[in-house]
DNA sequence: GTAATTCCTTAACCTGACTTTAGGTCAAGA
DNA sequence: TCTTGACCTAAAGTCAGGTTAAGGAATTAC
């Protein structure tokens, strides 16, 4: 019913990580996975795509976009199959992102309370505006904040 | 050199909050703001509505969607320019949300050191693919995760 | 009173992360 | 062998959150 002799299947990919077969085709075109292809042009993975695309999924929980994340899985040997130390020093460099975020994310709570009823809010001056607590943003937000030009 | 008799132009909200004008007028259409208008069809905004989007502004920085503000500001009174009191119900309401977002967040990092170097991301079994987990989705992601249908 | 700003609307465009569609090919089972 | 399900590509569509462009009207500054 499944699994050619060699490599897998995108459809088992699949089944195994509960993405959608156009998102892992998406996934390969975005470089986070890198299937062989067998002599009619299917797509054959390694067991070890199973781990890389669970890696995805995981990592975008944790609000990383696409392009984050192959900064992260392009650390991996391509050569040989990841060891469990390959991926510990991800989850290392991940974990560290993820510390930071989520201290940001305290020190915007820890504001919040004497902030939001105060007449600061209409001030640059505002702890809650301060560009250091921008960086927390990731693409959502008014644009020309991040550096570009307001209208004429 | 700017402000008319009567409440403020969209111009002097951008530069008192920092927003593109275009980006005021988005909000408008979203229902953030609700300006009136004078003869010569301008915008003319309130005194509280630079509040209003000041809050839009730190509420995008917590990860929250327009609508979801939206939804927060429609608590607000229509009627009368809002007290301290009813931004600190606000206030309040975020906090907790903001709260439950940064646990999930701690709760993912502390399965994060075991999990990625373990044999359990191939396995839907695993504490980071918990449903409950997924919650803390914005959008991104695969949306079939989130209820849609897979590939026939 | 006129030029320079500012503002108006509508519509099109942009990025990220995918999904859907259309039209065909490959492979595994009866 | 034949049929059905799985797979292929390329292009277009979707949604959020805006920005940009085009063409015109209202204000403000001098």
Chains 1, 2 share one sequence.
Request: some cysteine.
């Amino acid at each position: 019913m499944q699994q050619p002799k060699y490599g897998l299947s995108i459809g088992y990919l699949a089944r195994r990580t509960g993405l959608a077969v156009s998102a892992i085709r998406y996934y390969e075109q975005q470089g986070l996975v890198k299937p062989e292809r067998n002599a009619g042009g299917q797509r054959r993975f390694m067991r070890s795509d199973i781990r890389r695309l669970s890696f995805v999924l995981i990592a975008q929980q944790f609000g990383f976009s696409i392009s984050q994340i192959r900064e992260e899985l392009d650390r991996l040997p391509d050569n040989r199959t990841p060891t469990k130390e390959d991926w510990n020093r991800i989850s290392r460099r991940f974990r560290e992102a993820l510390d930071a975020r989520i201290e940001t994310l305290e020190r915007l709570r820890d504001n919040l309370d004497g902030c939001i009823g105060c007449g600061c809010l209409s001030l640059q001056s505002c702890a809650l505006y301060n560009p250091a607590d921008r960086a927390a943003q990731k693409g959502a937000g008014p644009r020309y904040l991040l550096g570009d030009r307001p209208e004429t």
